[in-house]
């Protein structure tokens, strides 16, 4: 090393840092032999926060400001005082800039399907994902307990380990809310701050919290999706004859589009095709005075679907249970004209007194004895 760059070493230090990585958490600033001159300028910006370390120890942590590092409890670390050392200083100092600002769009996603009981379904498997944004509020603890002697620490090194926190926390709040499986999509909000509440003490021992915390989406495994599809289906088509038709009109267009079918798949479009073509010529004006007289009686309508129905007592639901047997719980006097129910497609909670159907349970009860 010249002379004169030695010289130049020995100028007064600006330590400052300016950050354009979007994903840098930590950095140290890099000195020769990392001393750090008396009397040196310390900028910390807003966002910031500079943690000092002297000699292997956390001696002190800065906000945003500017410092001159000439107090006493900070070293005298010019190179030019140790000459018995080979101008090389026996103090280290360190100084690490930590981004205090928020990092956002970060993602998480269940890897495996969650398990949870669902009122309504029984046992049913979910998947969600989302996104949430995690910020340093403790600039110590986070370098003392993350961090290290990391001169670079960027989000990717947390961000699996944060992820793994946020599914698990998340897996149990799910299988203990009890909310349905349909009703989910209308609690994403209260889910996720459910969420960010219960991991918060575990961040909070990295000196991070979570302000943030977004549920995109909950969904269903393929099957059980197929399967809603269908029922929702049916209940836009109404009439069994037109679902009947969709059906057949929908097989035919599956089976024309199937080339591996073969002739098979052919000689069931064709099949599915004449009788679609009858249907219509017989429901046509030529065809109501040339077809011949329908041969098979109307097949009568499906039963009605049985409700089952949810009851609310002390703040908790129960359920669900069938006609019958809420007729025995009036029997025994743990239902009343008073208790709040509710069954799929009715709007909220209401007394069973006001339900058109339960109604007439309370009113096959004889009435009290006169002078009662």
Known sequence: MGIFDFLTGEFIDVIHWVDDTRDTMV???????HAIKYGAKLTVREGQAAVFVHEGQLADVFTPGLYMLETNNMPVLTTLQHWDHGFKSPFKSEIYFVNTTRFNDLKWGTKN?????DPEYGPVRIRAFGTYSVRVTDPARFLTEIVGTDGEFTMDEISFQIRNIIVQEFSRTVAGSGIPVLDMAANTADLGKLVATAISPTLQGYGLTIPELYIENISLPPAVEAALDKRTSAGLAGDLGRFTQYSAAEAMTSAASNPAGGGMAAGLGAGMGMAMAGQMANSGPWGAAHAPAPQAAVPPPPPPVEHVWHIAEKGQTKGPFSKARLGRMVSDGTL????????????????????????????ILPPPPPGT
């Open 336 to 363: 009343t004209r008073d208790t709040y129910v509710w069954t799929p497609g009715q709007d909220g909670w209401h007394p069973a007194e006001e339900v058109q159907e339960l109604a007439q349970l309370f009113t």
């Open 27 to 33: 950095w140290r600033f890099e000195r020769e032999g």
């Open 113 to 117: 399907p969650i398990i949870c009981r």
